[in-house]
């Protein structure tokens, strides 16, 4: 019996995994420069964990977990988002006391059963990060400046952003009459159990993948019109600031994020490159997510961004990410020269070139060989001869040539051909 990944994983193959690690340290370098530092949670918790903060009305929690009871009969669940771990291990850590603000990322796993499809996989991966015990606009457009800064850094043009809030709790109650209102026709055709759904949270309509619902919903009213003062005027705030960072960006009413938490703020990035699924990233402001989880209120932002859907971009615009290079190969001419290369590989790994040592004395052409499908930049061969006089023949593997260097020498002259 062969094996194959379950369906919807993907293996990240050697040929890859430098994109992925190029990505990451993307990500990891600008969350250094605005001083996020990085949060690492269990790949399951507690399922209520997840009922609780994303919703039961959310496709995530209805649909999509992967929820499985342990020997114990706990129920768990791998974590089909970050936010909710996160913001757990903020309040069991006391990571953000009330007055003081925390700037958190990570980089994890999300785990959906959804229908797998270009840019949609039941494992993905994530990069996020959250803004804790900020209430300002300000905060909110810092998330937004570093998401953008993401995608400009890793090559992604045509990036943009859309922006929408969502108001207050107290905004809402008329947002959603006037949403099931203007749905009435279309749901008395659906089924008890869509309706009751739907009249639980009527904003799951907004952002259904489904074909008729979308039509059914063209042309709702935006939640804008029943934006707050206080709302509108962040909202506005927003816009004035990620116009002074030279972000661009467009008003989307469409934009209402498929997970219970949100509050006032919400944005995606999308791409025209991604087809179908053209959101890159989401994220907005969640201002009651820590209270609900048990912790003290704290306002609160943050972002997910989907690094397979990023790399999907970045390959369809054939933007390559550098990969690393083996700058020699090691190739013994005769067993005997084996000690003297071990010494020759251990010195040039300290001077900090990639080195790899042949290990299995086959002929000298497939040591070559193999040198060339690394892509080694030389190779540098030691036979019987070379070992009595104590030099290498170091061959330039693109062009072919060879020249003779002394033992010691190797390293210097490695490092000055660059
Ligand atoms: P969400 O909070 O569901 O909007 O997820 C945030 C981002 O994560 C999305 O914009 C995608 O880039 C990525 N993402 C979410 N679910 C998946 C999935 N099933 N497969 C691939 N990427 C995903």
């Avoid at 859907?309 to 090691?330: F, M, N, T, W």
Wanted: some cysteine; hydrophobic content about 40%; glycine content about 8%.
């Amino acid at each position: 019996m062969r094996f194959q990944a379950p369906r919807g994983t993907n293996d990240v193959l050697p040929s890859e995994s430098h994109r992925w690690i190029e990505l990451e340290g993307c990500f990891r370098e600008l969350a250094r420069l605005y001083g996020y530092a990085e949060i690492r949670t269990p790949d399951f918790e507690d399922t209520e964990l997840f009922v609780r903060s994303s919703g039961e009305t959310s496709d995530v929690v209805s649909k999509e977990m992967y929820t499985f009871p342990d020997k114990s009969g706990r129920s768990l669940t791998l974590k089909p988002e970050a936010t909710a771990p996160t913001i757990r291990a903020v309040v069991q850590h006391s990571l953000c006391p009330p007055g003081t603000v925390s700037r958190l990322s990570y980089i994890s796993p999300i785990f959906r059963y959804d229908r797998p499809q270009k840019g949609r996989y039941r494992q993905s991966h994530q990069v996020g990060l959250e803004l804790l015990g900020g209430a300002s606009a300000e905060a909110d457009a810092e998330v937004i400046e570093v998401t953008f800064r993401f995608y400009e850094r890793l090559g992604i043009e045509g990036a943009a952003v859309r922006l929408n809030s969502l108001g207050r709790e107290e905004c809402r109650a008329a947002f959603r009459q006037a949403i099931l209102d203007h749905a009435r026709t279309f749901l008395a055709a659906e089924s008890d159990e869509a309706r009751a759904k739907a009249e639980k949270n009527p904003l799951r309509l907004l952002d259904s993948k489904d074909e008729d619902v979308r039509q059914a919903m063209a042309g709702a009213p935006p939640v804008t019109r029943f934006l707050e003062d206080d709302s509108r005027k962040r909202l506005d705030s927003i816009q004035a600031l990620l116009t002074e960072a030279g972000i661009p960006f467009t008003l989307d009413p469409g934009v209402v994020r498929g997970l219970d938490y949100y509050t006032e703020t919400v944005f995606e990035v999308h791409s025209t490159r991604l087809g179908a699924q053209s959101a890159l990233c989401g994220g907005g402001r969640y201002d009651h997510l820590v209270k609900e989880l048990g912790g003290p209120p704290t306002p609160a932002v943050g972002v997910a961004m989907g690094i397979e859907r990023a790399l999907l971009v970045l390959e369809e615009v054939g933007k390559s990410l550098p990969a690393p290079a083996i700058d020699v190969y090691l190739a013994q001419a005769t067993p005997d020269a084996a000690p003297a290369l071990r010494k020759l590989a251990r010195e040039l790994r300290r001077s900090g070139l990639a080195t790899v040592l042949d290990t299995e004395g086959r002929s000298l052409k497939a040591q070559i060989g193999q040198a060339d499908r690394l892509g080694a930049r030389y190779a540098a061969i030691l036979g019987d001869e070379e070992l009595g006089r104590g030099v290498a023949q170091l061959r330039d593997l693109r062009r072919g040539e060879q020249v003779e260097v002394p033992l010691d020498a190797v390293a210097t002259r490695l490092r000055s051909m660059g």
